[in-house]
């Protein structure tokens, strides 16, 4: 039974960069699907941060592209997420998800559990 | 970008009865070379990630109840609860994959009557 894990340091900064990891049990990352990041905030709901493949290529949400980078170690069975320059709107619940190998943007069909991190002084 | 529309934001619903959600995408989701529908449906329960109900439109995934049917083509669609358990108290979400970047509804809360 495929399963993901998030974990993130729960406070971060305004202006530091958040960093949330994403552990994969049950399933190789290296077998193939895409693995993404969505994140959940009252305001704008669920968006789209970006996806990784297992051989490392990325694709961005072009609104979060400039502060974004999305990596895989394949040898962890992991992969995570960078984003810069955090204000108070990136505020969220941070998820990860396995995406359908149809395409990157496809529809995610197990999903990690959350992490909030919160971006405050 | 796609931008999706669910109505309505709320609905309440009696046990046993019928739900239905709406969603209305900006542009075509259908993709006519496939004559596939690149739309999902996930259920949200309060605390809990969400979880994928409906792809293609209308197949629904691995252990999802035969009460929830998707159904529509083009721009509209809808999620059917053809009889509302206690347990499917939650917020739904639908989402097109037809164009990067992936967009999802606003979300509908369904709850009981």
């Known amino acids: 039974q495929v399963q993901l894990q998030e974990s993130g340091p729960g406070l971060v900064k305004p202006s530091e960069t958040l960093s949330v990891t994403c552990v994969v049990s049950?399933?190789?990352?290296?077998?193939?699907?895409?693995w993404g990041w969505i994140r959940q905030t009252p305001g704008k709901g669920l968006e789209w941060i970006g996806t990784v493949y297992h051989s490392g290529s990325t694709y961005y949400n072009p609104s979060l592209k400039s502060r974004v980078t999305i990596s895989v170690d394949t040898s962890q069975n992991q992969f995570s997420l960078k984003l810069t320059s955090v204000t108070a709107a990136d505020t969220a619940v941070f998820y990860c998800?396995?995406?359908?190998?149809?395409?990157?943007?496809?529809?995610?069909?197990?999903w990690g559990k959350g992490t909030t991190v919160t971006v405050s002084s | 970008d796609i931008v999706m529309t669910q109505s309505p934001e709320s609905l309440a619903v009696s046990l046993g009865e019928r739900a239905t959600i709406n969603c209305k995408s900006s542009q075509s989701v259908l993709y006519s070379s496939s004559n596939k529908n690149y739309l999902a449906w996930y259920q949200q329960k309060p605390g809990q990630p969400p979880k994928l109900l409906i792809y293609?439109?209308?197949t629904r995934y691995s252990g999802i109840p035969d009460r929830f049917s998707g159904s529509g083509s083009g721009t509209d669609f809808a999620l059917t609860i053809s009889s509302l358990q206690a347990e499917d108290v939650a917020v739904y979400y639908c989402?097109?994959?037809?164009?990067?970047?992936?967009?999802f509804g606003q979300g509908t809360k369904v709850e009981i009557k």
């Open positions: 293609w439109a209308s």
């Open positions: 989402h097109q994959y037809y164009s990067t970047p992936p967009t």
């Open positions: 049950g399933y190789s990352i290296s077998s193939g699907y895409y």
């Open positions: 998800a396995r995406v359908n190998s149809l395409a990157y943007y496809s529809y995610m069909d197990v």
